[in-house]
């Protein structure tokens, strides 16, 4: 594993414990099983990863570290404000997205391939 997909994997790492620990703070976890939640955040994941797969040009924009900072802080965000407008399915809609992001990261580990990004 490269220290660009390192990084990537920890900075979702931390992305998903902050989602959670407002989830669990405003004692919502509850919705992490709704299925609106779990259905967007895993369409909304494998749109983006499609988009990776698609175009070299985004693949490459990953590798900048300014770049993945900024989408973590820009994830957390739009976490944030979803909360305050809609509620906490936003939160879990994302946590799912995050969980799905994961899941392809471990096939694709275990499969010896590497990342689009790389």
Do not use: H, K, N
Not at 39 to 62: N, Q
Not at 76 to 94: E, I, K, R, S, T
Not at 101 to 111: D, N, P
């Amino acid at each position: 594993m490269t220290a660009t997909v390192r990084r990537d994997a920890l900075l979702a790492a931390l992305a998903s414990a902050g989602l959670l620990a407002l989830l669990i703070a405003e004692r919502a976890l509850d919705t992490l099983t709704a299925p609106a939640a779990i259905a967007s955040g895993v369409a909304v994941a494998l749109l983006v990863e499609v988009a990776f797969l698609r175009s070299s040009t985004v693949a490459r924009l990953w590798t900048r570290p300014a770049v993945q900072l900024g989408s973590t802080a820009g994830l957390l965000a739009v976490g944030l404000a979803g909360y305050a407008l809609a509620g906490p399915l936003v939160v879990a809609a994302l946590s799912w997205g995050l969980v799905t992001y994961f899941a392809l990261l471990c096939v694709l580990l275990a499969s010896g391939r590497r990342p689009a990004s790389e």
